[in-house]
Nanobody, 127 residues
Framework: QVQLVESGGGLVQAGGSLRVSCAASGRTFSNYNMGWFRQAPGKEREFVAAISWSGGSTHYADSVKGRFTISRDNAKNTVYLQMNSLKPEDPAVYYC????????????????????WGQGTQVTVSS
């Protein structure tokens, strides 16, 4: 059974940095693309970043491009999201997600392309 567990959320000042992590278990982590999404109160869950199974390709939402970095450590079965220059519009619950199929040909940006989700970790930005 696939399990995704996020950690590392918290409170940070605007302009600050935070790194959230997602530990995966239940299957061979290195075979699957991974994604990060976020959901603010009253809003739809939105794509943030994704990384290919090898780590060789990444994709970002325009709103975070240049500020956030997704990475993975396949030896530790963990995917990370480094968030720098945090803005007042970034607070949300951040979720990591994984698709059903291994080694997908493209990096999914639509939440419907992901089948497994973590419980989320709250990120709060103070101004």
């Amino acid at each position: 059974q696939v399990q995704l567990v996020e950690s590392g959320g918290g409170l940070v000042q605007a302009g600050g940095s935070l790194r959230v992590s997602c530990a995966a278990s239940g299957r061979t982590f290195s075979n699957y693309n991974m994604g990060w999404f976020r959901q603010a109160p009253g809003k739809e869950r939105e794509f943030v970043a994704a990384i290919s199974w090898s780590g060789g390709s990444t994709h970002y939402a325009d709103s975070v491009k240049g500020r956030f970095t997704i990475s993975r450590d396949n030896a530790k079965n963990t995917v990370y999201l480094q968030m720098n220059s945090l803005k007042p519009e970034d607070p949300a619950v951040y979720y990591c997600a994984a698709p059903l199929a291994p080694r997908g040909p493209g990096i999914g940006v639509d939440k419907r392309q992901y089948n497994y989700w973590g419980q989320g970790t709250q990120v709060t930005v103070s101004s």
